[in-house]
């Protein structure tokens, strides 16, 4: 599978659309992700109040936030870690690349991390030569099957059971013959068991960082991230600066919020806080401590305005309950972060001229907004971002034009119905049993699905209608 | 490392966020009070729990199926584990051994006809450790880094065991971050501190759970009375 890129959405969505079970496969999880999500809120009757509290720990985070991050860099530096700072996503990367080659690493295993995705470390690595072992099962999956995630929690339930007995039996040491799942989670233990203990740098992303002790804290139902941070002798950390909370009882609330927002669970099986290197005399552990602290556009999102999109814990819970990101999956935005949030993100991380056509990928529904743990306010975030790409006339002509047409016309009621009444009438002339497959100037529309009949009349006739209707009744 | 790049780096990011928010106040008793505040509100934002007292809640909630993979038991000694640890192997068909982990309240019990000194990198081990802490809130288990607990003896083994003293056991995980900043505030803070909550599991493929993905596929919680 290849990567798609941003720009050509429309022809990423339409590919997307002509896989005939890509549908299935991503409803088979979002839908349970959101019954299970419902049944865990339903038994959570405190959930709008913990809800309300993660939004105040992150908006506090986030109004001091050069307080907190040198909070942070002062404290870690205390327990031993080594603090990096990066402006993009490249100067991580580097940063990364420069620390394993000064130990000479030949082998590096990873946990699971949308920043690490973000700043486009796989790539990095696999260019550099260093053999990268991916220990998250799906991430395991998409890197044998060279897929780029398409969720962030589940990057990889864009393949099938049957798509995984392929991979396996073709790149694991020892694998089963066996069709069944248990069975396929057992050849993946066996074949990274090794990989974990003989690594020589660990790298991990971050869900919390506590400023008041320096401690970084991961999150995982595998417990992939202790086995990839504590066998090898070098831990690297790359975290965003906006995982920042002020302390571990900050970090409480939000971890409430996250499990059950993202699978439904009421808590994730490890929560582990990682406070610099390995103790004198400790029985494991790495000897060096190294954490990246990232910007890639985060302090462009608060220059912005758009601030509260740093409140997001990448719980996914947006995606699992959008209309759009349920018919075309996460590839199809291009992007390392698909649905909702990904479409507020990625104009930031990578420009808004390339990212525009998300921002329309949305019906303004609002269940994104409805099940976010954190209150970000995604709709409003979506329009303004339209709005911004208007004034920068990233739309193309065609697009201006019929907008501008439709404000001319909307300011001139009679004309408005005029032409209302011929629309209906031009309609009427396609339609067969009351669904049109094909018509002049719809094709974006019908290429995919039918077109419903319009009524006989527009609104504003049948309104007059019922109105005339009604006084007469009355008389 | 270039330290000139990454002083360069970080005054930019810096620079960045004064410039973003640039009336916001730096009066760290400020600060400090509205990060309380927000606290305060833990007490009305939490989950009930399952009974009043923390024991019997955790217990509760692991015999109600909530804790993935994970049964316990409650003890009234140290003397009674081995009876229990035999029980335990004896219920999944295992040979007689398990790595114990090196502390001296578990090594110098009367572990009778058990190998209790097994290779943790064979994948079908039995480990056995001694908790810090338990929370009823989640289930949970807490262990700490140190020269008597390597993290691998949790992560490594199919099987695990966890021990709890009863008194140890808290209510909420906020319980658990306040002890955490005292041991932070003695200077004594451990390398890492985790929180288990059941066993290794995955839901990669097709949306299945399935247990023991690369740690843990049976976790039990010996709770013992007069610790």
């Given at each position: 599978?290849?990567?798609?890129?941003?720009?050509?959405?429309?022809?990423?969505?339409?590919?997307?659309?002509?896989?005939?079970?890509?549908?299935?496969?991503?409803?088979?999880?979002?839908?349970?992700?959101?019954?299970?999500r419902?049944?865990?809120?339903?038994?959570?009757?405190?959930?709008?109040?913990?809800?309300?509290?993660?939004?105040?720990?992150?908006?506090?985070?986030?109004?001091?936030?050069?307080?907190?991050?040198?909070e942070?860099?002062?404290?870690?530096?205390?327990?031993?870690?080594?603090?990096?700072?990066?402006?993009?996503?490249?100067?991580?990367?580097?940063?990364?690349?420069?620390?394993?080659?000064?130990?000479?690493?030949?082998?590096?295993?990873?946990?699971?991390?949308?920043?690490?995705?973000?700043?486009?470390l796989?790539?990095?690595?696999?260019?550099?030569?260093?053999?990268r072992?991916?220990?998250?099962?799906?991430?395991?999956?998409?890197?044998?099957?060279?897929?780029?995630?398409?969720?962030?929690?589940?990057?990889?339930?864009?393949?099938?059971?049957?798509?995984?007995?392929?991979?396996?039996?073709?790149?694991?040491?020892?694998?089963?013959?066996?069709?069944?799942?248990?069975?396929?989670?057992?050849?993946?233990?066996?074949?990274?068991?090794?990989?974990?203990?003989?690594?020589?740098?660990?790298?991990?992303?971050?869900?919390?960082?506590?400023?008041?002790?320096g401690?970084?804290?991961?999150?995982?139902?595998?417990?992939?991230?202790?086995?990839?941070?504590?066998?090898?002798?070098?831990?690297?950390?790359?975290?965003?600066?906006?995982?920042?909370?002020?302390?571990?009882?900050?970090?409480?609330?939000?971890?409430?919020?996250?499990?059950?927002?993202?699978?439904?669970?009421?808590?994730?099986?490890?929560?582990?806080?990682?406070?610099?290197?390995?103790?004198?005399?400790?029985?494991?552990?790495?000897?060096?401590?190294?954490?990246?602290?990232?910007?890639?556009g985060?302090?462009?999102?608060?220059?912005?305005?758009?601030?509260?999109?740093?409140?997001?814990?990448?719980?996914?819970?947006?995606?699992?309950?959008?209309?759009?990101?349920?018919?075309?999956?996460?590839?199809?935005?291009?992007s390392?972060?698909?649905g909702?949030?990904?479409?507020?993100l990625?104009?930031?991380?990578?420009s808004?001229?390339v990212?525009?056509?998300?921002?329309?990928?949305?019906?303004l529904?609002?269940?994104?907004?409805?099940?976010?743990?954190?209150?970000?306010?995604?709709?409003?975030?979506?329009?303004?971002?339209?709005?911004?790409?208007?004034?920068?006339?990233?739309?193309?002509?065609?697009?201006?034009?019929?907008?501008?047409?439709?404000?001319?016309?909307?300011k001139?009621?009679?004309?408005?119905?005029?032409?209302?009444?011929?629309?209906?009438v031009?309609?009427?002339?396609?339609s067969?049993?009351?669904?049109?497959?094909?018509?002049?100037?719809?094709?974006?529309w019908?290429?995919?699905?039918?077109?419903?009949?319009?009524?006989?009349?527009?609104?504003?006739?049948?309104?007059?209608?019922?109105?005339?209707?009604?006084?007469?009744?009355?008389? | 490392?270039?330290?000139?790049?990454?002083?360069?780096?970080?005054?930019?990011?810096?620079?960045?966020?004064?410039?973003?928010?640039?009336?916001?106040?730096?009066?760290?008793?400020?600060?400090?009070?509205?990060?309380?505040?927000?606290?305060?509100?833990?007490?009305?934002?939490?989950?009930?729990?399952?009974?009043?007292?923390?024991?019997?809640?955790?217990?509760?909630?692991?015999?109600?199926?909530?804790?993935?993979?994970?049964?316990?038991?409650?003890?009234?000694?140290?003397?009674?584990?081995?009876?229990?640890?035999?029980?335990?192997?004896?219920?999944?068909?295992?040979?007689?051994?398990?790595?114990?982990?090196?502390?001296?309240?578990?090594?110098?019990?009367?572990?009778?006809?058990?190998?209790?000194?097994?290779?943790?990198?064979?994948?079908?081990?039995?480990?056995?450790c001694?908790?810090e802490?338990?929370v009823?809130?989640?289930?949970?288990?807490?262990?700490?880094?140190?020269?008597?607990?390597?993290?691998?003896?949790?992560?490594?083994?199919?099987?695990?065991?966890?021990?709890?003293?009863?008194?140890k056991?808290?209510?909420?995980?906020?319980?658990?971050?306040?002890?955490?900043s005292?041991?932070?505030?003695?200077?004594?803070?451990?390398?890492?501190?985790?929180?288990?909550?059941?066993?290794?599991?995955?839901?990669?493929?097709?949306?299945?759970?399935?247990?023991?993905?690369?740690?843990?596929e049976?976790?039990?919680?010996?709770?013992?009375?007069?610790?």
């Amino acid at each position: 599978m290849h990567a798609n890129k941003p720009e050509n959405f429309y022809q990423n969505v339409t590919e997307a659309l002509a896989q005939p079970d890509l549908k299935m496969i991503i409803r088979r999880t979002t839908d349970k992700a959101e019954t299970k999500r419902a049944e865990a809120i339903a038994n959570f009757p405190e959930f709008e109040k913990a809800r309300q509290q993660g939004q105040k720990v992150k908006d506090h985070t986030i109004k001091y936030m050069d307080h907190y991050l040198a909070e942070f860099e002062k404290n870690a530096a205390a327990q031993g870690t080594i603090v990096h700072w990066a402006s993009t996503g490249e100067e991580a990367s580097k940063i990364v690349l420069d620390i394993c080659r000064q130990h000479e690493a030949k082998k590096v295993t990873r946990s699971k991390s949308m920043l690490g995705e973000e700043i486009g470390l796989s790539h990095a690595l696999d260019n550099s030569g260093i053999e990268r072992v991916e220990t998250d099962l799906a991430e395991h999956i998409i890197q044998l099957a060279g897929d780029p995630p398409s969720h962030i929690v589940w990057p990889a339930m864009h393949r099938s059971r049957e798509d995984v007995i392929k991979l396996f039996r073709e790149f694991h040491k020892d694998p089963t013959y066996s069709e069944e799942i248990t069975d396929l989670v057992r050849s993946a233990r066996r074949d990274l068991r090794t990989k974990f203990l003989t690594s020589d740098i660990g790298i991990s992303g971050s869900n919390f960082l506590l400023a008041d002790s320096g401690s970084s804290c991961t999150v995982t139902n595998e417990g992939n991230a202790e086995l990839t941070i504590t066998p090898p002798k070098v831990h690297i950390v790359t975290a965003g600066i906006e995982k920042l909370v002020p302390s571990m009882a900050h970090a409480v609330p939000l971890l409430r919020l996250l499990t059950r927002s993202a699978t439904g669970g009421e808590i994730t099986q490890y929560i582990t806080f990682h406070n610099g290197p390995k103790r004198p005399n400790d029985a494991d552990g790495p000897e060096e401590c190294h954490i990246v602290l990232v910007d890639n556009g985060r302090t462009k999102m608060l220059a912005d305005g758009m601030e509260e999109m740093l409140r997001c814990i990448r719980c996914g819970a947006c995606m699992n309950h959008c209309v759009v990101y349920k018919h075309i999956g996460g590839h199809a935005y291009g992007s390392v972060y698909p649905g909702p949030m990904g479409s507020v993100l990625t104009p930031h991380l990578d420009s808004l001229k390339v990212a525009n056509k998300q921002t329309h990928a949305c019906t303004l529904n609002g269940r994104c907004e409805e099940v976010c743990p954190v209150n970000i306010p995604l709709p409003k975030l979506l329009r303004a971002l339209r709005a911004e790409s208007w004034q920068k006339k990233y739309e193309p002509l065609t697009n201006r034009y019929v907008v501008k047409a439709y404000a001319q016309l909307a300011k001139r009621p009679r004309m408005f119905q005029f032409v209302s009444s011929c629309g209906v009438v031009f309609m009427k002339l396609f339609s067969r049993q009351g669904w049109i497959k094909s018509m002049p100037f719809t094709g974006g529309w019908t290429r995919n699905r039918d077109l419903i009949e319009p009524e006989s009349k527009t609104f504003m006739q049948q309104y007059k209608a019922s109105k005339k209707a009604k006084s007469s009744g009355g008389r | 490392m270039d330290n000139k790049r990454n002083n360069e780096s970080r005054e930019r990011i810096f620079n960045a966020i004064k410039a973003a928010a640039p009336t916001v106040s730096m009066d760290l008793d400020i600060i400090q009070k509205e990060a309380q505040d927000i606290l305060a509100e833990s007490e009305f934002a939490r989950p009930k729990l399952l009974a009043e007292d923390a024991p019997e809640a955790l217990v509760n909630r692991i015999n109600a199926g909530l804790v993935i993979g994970t049964s316990c038991e409650i003890v009234a000694s140290l003397e009674d584990l081995p009876h229990s640890v035999n029980q335990f192997l004896n219920k999944y068909s295992l040979p007689p051994e398990l790595k114990v982990q090196n502390v001296p309240k578990l090594q110098s019990l009367n572990w009778e006809s058990l190998s209790i000194d097994v290779d943790l990198q064979k994948d079908n081990t039995v480990g056995m450790c001694w908790a810090e802490y338990g929370v009823a809130e989640t289930g949970s288990f807490v262990v700490h880094s140190s020269p008597e607990m390597p993290i691998l003896l949790n992560f490594l083994p199919l099987y695990l065991i966890a021990v709890i003293p009863k008194s140890k056991i808290l209510h909420y995980m906020d319980d658990y971050a306040l002890i955490a900043s005292e041991i932070a505030n003695r200077g004594e803070t451990p390398r890492n501190m985790c929180l288990i909550s059941g066993v290794s599991g995955t839901t990669d493929i097709e949306g299945v759970l399935v247990q023991g993905a690369h740690g843990p596929e049976i976790s039990h919680i010996i709770i013992v009375e007069d610790q």
